[in-house]
C-alpha cells in the first residue's frame, strides 16, 4: 500500500471518529480559589447565562478550529466566542491550574499559553480582534518522544502556567490552547482547541509586551501546523509566535495538586504548595520545545538515528491509530 494511501486512509478514519467528544477546559484554579469553566453544550441552553470568567463560546460538539479559518475571529477564543462576565483574581508569580474534562490519546500536540492586555475598556467589554497576544508558555515534544497533551493526559488532564512576574497590573484575557496534529500531515488537517479566561492581575511590574492579533497568531502551512506525526519525528516546531516574557513559567503538568475553594471567584482557600522560582535565562531558540521565556527548555537525550520506514509498517500504525481513536 503506497504512503500516499495510508495516509488517506487514515485521514478519512480520523474524519469519521471527528464526530466523537473531544474536550474542555472545566475549571481553573488560582490561589486556592477554583473558577469554573465554560461546558459549551450546556452553556447553549442556559437562559440566563451563568456569569463565568470563563468566554462563552458556540463549540457545543467541543470540535475545533480549522487552519482555513486562522484569519477569522474564532481562532482567537474559539467558534462565535463572546466576552466573559467575570475574572479570575491572580498574583504575578502565581501558577494557575488548568483542568480539562477529557483529552483524547490519539490528539497529540502541543499546549500553549498567551495572554493579552484588554486595556482601559476591561476585558467584559474589549472587542476580542483588538486583542493584542503575546506567548507566555509553550510544551512540545517531551522526554521520551511524548507530546504536551500526554503529559497533560497522565496528569489527571491538568496544566499549569504562571502568570509572568514582570508584567503590568491589570486585565487580561488567557488564551490556553491545544493543537492536535493527528491529521496535520494534510492541508487543513491540524486542530486548535483555543479557550480563554479573563484574569485580574495584581503586580509590581511594569512589563507591557508587545502582542499580534489573534487572527495573526499563525498561518496554515507552516511548520508545526503542517506535521506529520506518522514518521517517527525526533523534534516538533511550535507554531506561532516566539515567546515574549521573562518571569513566567514553562506549560508543565501539576506536581501536587491543590485542594480549590469553590466559590464565586473571589474568596480565599487554601494555598497551593511551593514552587521554586522561574529561572530567567536566555531568550528561546527555534529548538525550544517547551520553554516560557524564562525557563530553560527539557532537556532530553539524543534520539537514535531512525531506522527506515517501510510502507507496510505505516499502514499497521495506521490502523492500530484508527482502532485506538474509535475505542
Same mark, same amino acid.
Request: proline share 7%; aromatic share 6%.
Given at each position: +500500500?503506497?504512503?500516499?494511501?495510508?495516509?488517506?486512509?487514515?485521514?478519512?478514519?480520523?474524519a469519521?471518529? %471527528?464526530?466523537?467528544?473531544?474536550?474542555?477546559? $472545566?475549571?481553573?484554579t488560582? %490561589?486556592?480559589?477554583?473558577?469554573e469553566?465554560?461546558?459549551?453544550?450546556?452553556?447553549?441552553?442556559e437562559?440566563? &447565562?451563568? #456569569?463565568?470568567?470563563?468566554?462563552?463560546?458556540?463549540?457545543?460538539?467541543?470540535?475545533f478550529? #480549522?487552519?482555513?479559518?486562522?484569519g477569522?475571529?474564532?481562532?482567537?477564543?474559539h467558534? /462565535?466566542?463572546?466576552?466573559?462576565?467575570?475574572?479570575?483574581?491572580?498574583?504575578a508569580?502565581?501558577?494557575?491550574?488548568?483542568?480539562?474534562?477529557?483529552?483524547p #490519546?490519539?490528539?497529540? /500536540?502541543?499546549?500553549?499559553?498567551?495572554?493579552a *492586555?484588554?486595556?482601559?475598556?476591561?476585558?467584559?467589554?474589549?472587542?476580542?480582534t483588538?486583542?493584542?497576544?503575546?506567548?507566555?508558555?509553550?510544551?512540545? +515534544?517531551?522526554?521520551?518522544?511524548?507530546?504536551?497533551?500526554?503529559?497533560?493526559?497522565?496528569?489527571?488532564?491538568?496544566?499549569?502556567?504562571?502568570v509572568?512576574?514582570?508584567?503590568?497590573? %491589570?486585565?487580561?484575557?488567557? &488564551?490556553?490552547?491545544?493543537?492536535?496534529?493527528?491529521?496535520?500531515?494534510?492541508?487543513n488537517?491540524?486542530?486548535?482547541?483555543?479557550?480563554?479566561?479573563n484574569?485580574?492581575?495584581?503586580?509590581?511590574?511594569?512589563?507591557?509586551?508587545?502582542?499580534v492579533?489573534g487572527?495573526?497568531?499563525?498561518?496554515?502551512?507552516e #511548520?508545526g501546523?503542517?506535521?506529520?506525526?506518522?514518521?517517527?519525528?525526533?523534534?516538533y516546531?511550535?507554531?506561532?509566535?516566539?515567546l515574549?516574557?521573562?518571569?513566567g513559567?514553562?506549560?508543565?503538568?501539576?506536581?501536587?495538586?491543590?485542594?480549590?475553594?469553590? /466559590? *464565586?471567584? *473571589?474568596g480565599? %482557600?487554601?494555598?497551593?504548595?511551593?514552587?521554586?522560582?522561574?529561572?530567567?535565562?536566555?531568550?528561546?531558540?527555534?529548538?525550544?520545545n517547551?520553554?516560557?521565556?524564562?525557563?530553560?527548555?527539557?532537556?532530553? $537525550?539524543?534520539?537514535?538515528?531512525?531506522?527506515?520506514?517501510?510502507?507496510g509498517?505505516?499502514a499497521?500504525?495506521?490502523r492500530?491509530?484508527? &482502532?485506538? +481513536? +474509535?475505542?
Amino acid at each position: +500500500m503506497s504512503s500516499f494511501t495510508t495516509k488517506a486512509i487514515l485521514a478519512a478514519l480520523v474524519a469519521a471518529a %471527528g464526530v466523537r467528544a473531544h474536550g474542555h477546559v $472545566e475549571s481553573i484554579t488560582v %490561589g486556592g480559589t477554583e473558577y469554573e469553566g465554560l461546558n459549551p453544550g450546556a452553556a447553549a441552553n442556559e437562559n440566563p &447565562r451563568k #456569569e463565568l470568567a470563563a468566554w462563552f463560546a458556540t463549540n457545543t460538539d467541543n470540535g475545533f478550529v #480549522e487552519p482555513s479559518a486562522f484569519g477569522d475571529a474564532d481562532i482567537i477564543c474559539h467558534r /462565535g466566542a463572546e466576552n466573559a462576565v467575570k475574572s479570575a483574581k491572580v498574583k504575578a508569580g502565581e501558577k494557575i491550574t488548568i483542568k480539562w474534562d477529557t483529552w483524547p #490519546e490519539s490528539h497529540k /500536540g502541543p499546549v500553549i499559553d498567551y495572554l493579552a *492586555s484588554c486595556g482601559s475598556d476591561g476585558c467584559a467589554k474589549v472587542d476580542k480582534t483588538s486583542l493584542k497576544f503575546f506567548k507566555i508558555a509553550e510544551a512540545g +515534544m517531551t522526554s521520551g518522544g511524548n507530546f504536551a497533551s500526554d503529559d497533560l493526559i497522565a496528569a489527571g488532564n491538568s496544566w499549569e502556567v504562571t502568570v509572568p512576574t514582570s508584567i503590568k497590573a %491589570g486585565n487580561y484575557v488567557l &488564551r490556553h490552547e491545544i493543537i492536535a496534529l493527528h491529521a496535520a500531515g494534510q492541508e487543513n488537517g491540524a486542530q486548535n482547541y483555543p479557550q480563554c479566561f479573563n484574569l485580574e492581575v495584581e503586580s509590581d511590574g511594569t512589563a507591557e509586551p508587545e502582542g499580534v492579533a489573534g487572527t495573526s497568531l499563525y498561518t496554515a502551512d507552516e #511548520e508545526g501546523i503542517v506535521f506529520d506525526l506518522y514518521n517517527n519525528p525526533t523534534s516538533y516546531p511550535i507554531p506561532g509566535p516566539k515567546l515574549n516574557i521573562a518571569g513566567g513559567s514553562s506549560g508543565s503538568t501539576p506536581s501536587t495538586p491543590a485542594t480549590p475553594t469553590t /466559590g *464565586s471567584g *473571589s474568596g480565599s %482557600g487554601s494555598a497551593p504548595a511551593e514552587t521554586a522560582a522561574p529561572v530567567e535565562s536566555a531568550p528561546a531558540s527555534d529548538n525550544d520545545n517547551q520553554n516560557n521565556g524564562g525557563a530553560s527548555p527539557v532537556q532530553t $537525550e539524543a534520539p537514535a538515528a531512525p531506522q527506515p520506514t517501510k510502507t507496510g509498517c505505516k499502514a499497521k500504525k495506521a490502523r492500530r491509530h484508527a &482502532r485506538d +481513536m +474509535m475505542n
